[in-house]
T-cell receptor, first 115, second 114 residues
Framework: EAGVAQSPRYKIIEKRQSVAFWCNPI?????LYWYQQILGQGPKLLIQ????????DSQLPKDRFSAERLKGVDSTLKIQPAKLEDSAVYLC?????????????FGPGTRLTVT | DAKTTQPPSMDCAEGRAANLPCNHS???????VYWYRQIHSQGPQYIIH???NNETNEMASLIITEDRKSSTLILPHATLRDTAVYYC???????????????FGKGTKLSVIP
């Protein structure tokens, strides 16, 4: 079974520029998550989708971050404009559903460096 | 969800059992203990979870104390590939309302030494 795919793997941008990350979850997984992982810390949930609807975005900085999951499959996470403190690894994860699955499958992440 | 406490780092000799402790003294009756690990430059990987009883799968064993205030993840025969950060997470099993969150702490960095 193919895992969670993310692209790009690495991105370097200057502050105030915009950037977008893409995630393709495991086929058939209804629930999709975006996490931010700052160096030396554990991942922090940014947003959770159930199919194409948002379940939880309470920790998403909505003034600069946005995410969508059109058609309930792929998802994109955007930052506009980026700040230095956004430098982190952005992880996408998926699970069969939020109700039945206890296991989240994570992608390799996108490492963002803001200069 | 209850807070967990883990040692920041541990070493283990290759081939020996690795025992990773986790304290969760404020755990509630309906909260599960989950373990994930993160190998360098990869996303976290699910290992095991449990409520009250000890659990075992092909990767590890989970021992939960009778009062449920602490647990131990056991890797029976550690290999170099087990070098990773191990996260102990306590959370309520999804109830059908709201979100399903994993709240990660800083975990324990396990180094398996040849």
């Amino acid at each position: 079974e193919a895992g969670v795919a993310q692209s790009p793997r690495y991105k370097i941008i200057e502050k105030r520029q915009s950037v977008a990350f893409w995630c393709n979850p495991i086929s058939g997984h209804a629930t999709l998550y975006w996490y931010q992982q700052i160096l030396g810390q554990g991942p922090k949930l940014l947003i959770q989708f159930q199919n194409n609807g948002v379940v939880d975005d309470s920790q998403l900085p909505k003034d600069r971050f946005s995410a969508e999951r059109l058609k309930g499959v792929d998802s994109t996470l955007k930052i506009q404009p980026a700040k230095l403190e956004d430098s982190a690894v952005y992880l996408c994860a998926s699970s069969v559903s939020a109700k039945s699955s206890y296991e989240q499958y994570f992608g390799p992440g996108t490492r963002l460096t803001v200069t | 969800d209850a807070k967990t406490t883990q040692p920041p780092s541990m070493d283990c000799a290759e081939g020996r059992a690795a025992n990773l402790p986790c304290n969760h003294s404020t755990i509630s009756g309906n909260e599960y203990v989950y373990w994930y690990r993160q190998i360098h430059s990869q996303g976290p990987q699910y290992i095991i979870h449990g409520l009250k009883n000890n659990e075992t799968n092909e990767m590890a064993s989970l021992i939960i104390t009778e009062d449920r205030k602490s647990s131990t993840l056991i890797l029976p025969h550690a290999t170099l590939r087990d070098t990773a950060v191990y996260y102990c997470i306590v959370r309520v099993e999804y109830s059908g309302a709201g979100s399903y969150q994993l709240t990660f702490g800083k975990g324990t960095k396990l180094s398996v030494i040849p």
